[in-house]
């Protein structure tokens, strides 16, 4: 079965990276685009950014731009989102989902996210 | 950006009931619309895509419809797992945006 499983959580003060595993199985790795949503508590879902794992083409919310770096490792189908410059506003849960066609932006599997506090 | 607006942000409702979210969107988007169902500390699992396909797996209580820019979620007989947030999506263009979700809890 298809399944995303996300690394866990991560506590950095103020101005510090994050990285964030998205390990997935159960399907072609690279056959489906992966993206990255996130939700701060008690907050709404906001797009972060996507790639596509066979290309390794990315792209970024206008708001991430500078800050947002995805990659991958195709050897062990994983997806990484490393954000920088770390704020207390960037305080939220971190879900990675698989797109349900290539090419398309509706998402039909998601990780259990990972929780990223920014504290000092 | 395509801006997202939901209605009611929240409704009461009895397990048995009709319940219908309304979600709008600030611009067309033909049937570039999709429904999420979120659980608390859960992520969100899609129930609908393209306005009105229901996802494999989801009851067929969930129905969708619409096109342009109104779009609506109806679930026909409401049941205790049903309690949740459910949230809109456009899939017209990056970046895809969601709605603020509306919350369905226990009249």
């Known amino acids: 079965q298809v399944q995303l499983v996300q690394s866990g959580t991560e506590v950095r003060k103020p101005g510090a990276s994050v990285k964030v595993s998205c390990k997935a199985s159960?399907?072609?790795?690279?056959?489906?685009?992966i993206h990255w949503v996130r939700q701060a508590t008690g907050q709404g879902l906001e797009w972060m950014g996507w790639?596509?794992?066979?290309?390794?083409?990315?792209g970024y919310a206008q708001t991430f731009q500078g800050r947002l770096t995805i990659t991958r490792n195709t050897s062990i189908s994983t997806i990484y989102m490393e954000l920088s410059s770390l704020r207390s506003e960037d305080t939220a849960v971190y879900y990675c989902?698989?797109?349900?066609?290539?090419?398309?932006?509706?998402?039909?599997?998601w990780g259990q996210g990972t929780q990223v506090t920014g504290s000092s | 950006d395509i801006q997202m607006t939901q209605s009611p942000s929240s409704l009461s409702a009895s397990v048995g009931d009709r319940v219908t979210v309304s979600c709008r969107a600030s611009q067309m988007i033909s049937s570039y619309l999709n429904w999420y169902q979120q659980r608390p500390g859960k992520a969100p699992k899609l129930l609908i895509y393209a306005a009105s396909n229901v996802q494999s797996g989801v009851p067929s209580r969930f129905s969708g419809s619409g096109s342009g820019t109104d779009f609506t979620l109806t679930i026909s007989s409401l049941q205790p797992e049903d309690f949740a947030v459910y949230f809109c999506?456009?899939?017209?263009?990056?970046?895809?945006?969601f709605g603020p979700g509306t919350k369905v809890d226990v009249k």
């Open positions: 159960g399907y072609t790795f690279i056959k489906y685009d």
């Open positions: 790639m596509n794992p066979k290309i390794g083409q990315t």
């Open positions: 989902a698989r797109a349900l066609r290539v090419g398309e932006l509706s998402f039909d599997y």
């Open positions: 999506q456009q899939s017209y263009r990056l970046p895809p945006t």
